[in-house]
């Protein structure tokens, strides 16, 4: 009774000794040796001891070795399922023992918080673009400031003669009056007259065209400065008898002709800039 009491003990958890002495017997009751076996299988002797002797750690990984248990089993021709159970118990001891895991549960707000945190970053990224537009377009509305130029020192007032129709803006905040177009003289053929105020008889002629808005200071010869903020489209024409001197607060926004020829691109647009007409080493050349 105590015997078979026992033998199911034995089945559930076998050692490795009463496993191995029963695969070498039953293998030698059918009159087989390792070699027979390895013969029949092909299964290295170094694996086919490994399995008979229940020393599965010197089998090579789980995929090879239960192909050779089964061919061990087949050889000898015992049941193979008991030899793989025994085998895998061994893989079971082998794994680390399992840690449980907690399972954070999102939060019961978790569907509604995180729409409301796409929206909220969608209105901030939309205001942002909107403070933008607006600094950029008030910017491009206000003429960049001109930078104080150096008056050319001109004689009292009392001796300068007035400038011929010119806009003369105060140096000040106010606005600047719309300047109006002033047009020389033309004969029958359509040519320009130039009135001859000089010693000599010849007179510079200069036409400012406006594409964009742009401030400018204009002095002609050593007369008083004077100032003028020509808006897109609008046009002047000054005449001097020795030079102009010009202070301009955009330079890609105005075009100017120079007795009678195009001067090109001046600058870039915004671009503050100081020149003189003509320039001193052709003076009082003929244009």
Not at 17 to 28: A, F, P, S
Not at 58 to 64: N, S
Not at 236 to 247: G, K, N, P, T, V
């Amino acid at each position: 009774m105590d015997e078979k009491k026992q033998i199911p003990a034995a089945e559930e958890a076998p050692h490795p000794q009463e496993n191995v002495q029963d695969l070498k017997t039953l293998r030698e009751a059918r009159g087989l040796s390792l070699q027979n076996v390895f013969e029949m299988t092909r299964v290295s002797l170094v694996n086919l001891t490994a399995v008979e002797q229940g020393d599965f750690n010197h089998l090579p990984p789980p995929i090879y070795a239960r192909n050779f248990i089964r061919k061990y089993a087949r050889a000898v021709g015992i049941d193979e399922k008991p030899i793989l159970d025994h085998y895998e118990k061994h893989l079971d001891r082998l794994k680390p023992p399992k840690e449980e895991t907690t399972v954070r549960k999102p939060w019961p707000e978790a569907d509604r918080r995180y729409p409301f945190l796409f929206m909220s970053l969608a209105a901030v990224i939309v205001a942002g673009i909107l403070v933008s537009a607006i600094f950029l377009y008030d910017q491009a509305e206000k003429p960049p400031s001109p930078t104080p130029a150096v008056d050319v020192e001109s004689p009292p007032a009392s001796v300068a003669p007035a400038p011929e129709n010119p806009i003369a803006v105060p140096a000040s905040p106010e606005p600047v009056t719309k300047p109006v177009s002033a047009k020389p003289p033309q004969d029958p053929s359509g040519k320009a007259i130039l009135p001859n105020d000089s010693a000599t008889g010849k007179m510079y002629h200069l036409v400012f065209d406006a594409r964009e808005l742009t401030w400018i200071r204009i002095t002609e010869d050593r007369n008083p400065s004077y100032q003028v903020l020509l808006k897109p489209g609008e046009r002047i024409e000054r005449m001097a008898s020795d030079f102009f001197q010009l202070d301009i607060g955009n330079a890609g926004g105005l075009n100017l002709t120079f007795q009678g020829k195009p001067l090109g691109s001046l600058g870039k647009q915004g671009q503050i800039i100081h020149m003189r007409l003509p320039e001193k080493g052709s003076e009082r050349k003929s244009p």
